[in-house]
T-cell receptor, first 114, second 111 residues
């Protein structure tokens, strides 16, 4: 199993550009999550999905969009990138949210907006 | 507001020392408390605690939860330079039933 994979690893965007951060998992997990981690801070939830076709906002959704057309993939879209979106983005997945299951994290995408 | 507070925020010790990392929380609908170790990349899972007073151990690491006083500790004995990392305390619960992360404790172990 590859686990949770993310691409790209690094990206520099100019203000106003758009991009999609890719996330895929091969563990057949229903639940997937996107977090951002700012320097010296804990992770904050951007969006999550409980299954294909179902997504919901987390703590900091503004400026982002997601889709979940398959169980495996959960891309995060940034429209009109802003310097405040400079961060490290982690995708994660878990078997279930209602139970007590650990989350598996991808390696992260470091994004800089200048 | 749900919150997870870790202390200290950073800690420098020498190899062989024993350290205790603290985590206090105020979380609605508490389900579990998790500890993650984060080196340069993604957090890796250490422990999940759901019951008070039951110590979880893995090698030199151990952790315990006190649900009455709303805190947990992570102990590392005989520290090694490879233990240098940020240790994240995470609560599984809250109004949305998701993970609530503390800011982390940055541990530096000097040779």
């Amino acid at each position: 199993n590859a686990g949770v994979t993310q691409t790209p690893k690094f990206r520099i965007l100019k203000i106003g550009q758009s991009m999609t951060l890719q996330c895929a998992q091969d563990m057949n997990h229903n639940y997937m999550y996107w977090y951002r981690q700012d320097p010296g801070m804990g992770l904050k939830l951007i969006y999550y999905s409980v299954g294909a076709g179902i997504t919901d906002k987390g703590e900091v959704p503004n400026g982002y969009n997601v889709s979940r057309s398959t169980t495996e993939d959960f891309p995060l879209r940034l429209e009109l990138a802003a310097p405040s979106q400079t961060s490290v983005y982690f995708c994660a997945s878990s078997y279930s949210r209602q139970g007590i299951y650990e989350q598996y994290f991808g390696p992260g995408t470091r994004l800089t907006v200048t | 507001e749900d919150k997870v507070v870790q202390s200290p925020l950073s800690l420098v010790v020498h190899e062989g020392d024993t350290v205790t990392l603290n985590c206090s929380y105020e979380v609605t609908n508490f389900r579990s408390l998790l500890w993650y170790k984060q080196e340069k990349k993604a957090p890796t899972f250490l422990f999940m605690l759901t019951s008070s007073g039951i110590e979880k151990k893995s090698g030199r690491l151990s952790s315990i939860l006190d649900k009455k006083e709303l805190f947990s500790i992570l102990n590392i004995t005989a520290t090694q330079t490879g233990d240098s990392a940020v240790y994240l305390c995470v609560n599984y619960g809250g109004s949305q039933g998701n993970l609530i992360f503390g800011k982390g404790t940055k541990l530096s172990v000097k040779p």
